[in-house]
């Protein structure tokens, strides 16, 4: 499986955009790039994914590089509730569940949102 | 909106105890998967099954089974509790397959084994 990349921890203000990276240079042409996060003892809930074309939903937006190494989850205006650990994963879009359906977790970027 | 729901929230076993946890989800999806969370980790995959009436171990399956009782319900059995197993637990289940690929987790449950 292609891996992913991500900064430990980031710091952000409320109320202001934030960045998250995620780097997957040794990624394939038939991977989708999803993003997870999860809550302070939460499990894990779906933000966002995308293949090619930049996408946007009412949680984030998802910023795709052009050769596809890497990508940035954005969000727009950071409230208290967006603190989280966020999981970039990598999963091919032919999968149709089974072992295929697994998700694999790295460590993830833990967001702090400061008031 | 039940989603993914997990039974118990959290347990207390003694070592060498046995408990089942259970998982039901409503979104009559195929796939479903228990997870292990280890404090500061990512989660590790336990088992999964694809399907009703089909199951397969993950990375770590040793000291667990599990049985796939019908298309909504996913139960994980520790026979014999280790402290080792001192983990969070969480089942998902998913509708995979091209671009809808997106998996939903239950709340968790937060066993600790004395």
């Known amino acids: 499986d292609a891996k992913t990349t991500q900064p430990n921890s980031m710091e952000s203000n409320e109320e202001e955009p934030v960045h998250l990276p995620c780097n997957h240079s040794t990624i394939s042409g038939t991977d989708y790039i999803h993003w997870y996060r999860q809550l302070p003892s939460q499990g894990p809930e779906y933000v966002i994914h995308?293949?090619?074309s930049n996408v946007n939903n009412r949680m984030a937006s998802l910023a795709i590089a052009e050769d596809r190494k890497s990508s940035t989850l954005i969000l727009h205006r950071a409230t208290l509730r967006d603190a989280a650990v966020y999981y970039c994963?990598?999963?091919?879009?032919?999968?149709?569940?089974?072992?295929?359906?697994?998700?694999?977790f790295g460590k993830g970027t833990k967001l702090s949102v400061k008031p | 909106n039940a989603g993914v729901t997990q039974t118990p929230k959290f347990q207390v076993l003694k070592t060498g105890q046995s408990m089942t946890l259970q998982c039901a989800q409503d979104?009559?999806?195929?796939?479903m998967y228990w997870y292990r969370q280890d404090p500061g980790m990512g989660l590790r995959l336990i088992y999964y099954?694809?399907?009703?009436?089909?199951?397969d171990k993950g990375e770590v399956p040793n000291g667990y089974n599990v049985s796939r009782l019908n298309k909504r319900e996913f139960s994980l059995r520790l026979e014999s509790a280790a402290p080792s197993q001192t983990s969070v637990y969480f089942c998902?289940?998913?509708?995979?397959?091209?671009?809808?690929?997106?998996?939903?987790f239950g709340q968790g449950t937060r066993l600790t084994v004395v």
């Open positions: 979104m009559n999806h195929n796939s």
């Open positions: 995308g293949l090619t």
């Open positions: 998902a289940s998913g509708s995979f397959g091209g671009p809808n690929t997106e998996a939903f």
């Open positions: 099954s694809a399907s009703e009436g089909t199951t």
């Open positions: 994963i990598l999963r091919d879009f032919r999968d149709y569940g089974g072992s295929q359906g697994n998700l694999i």
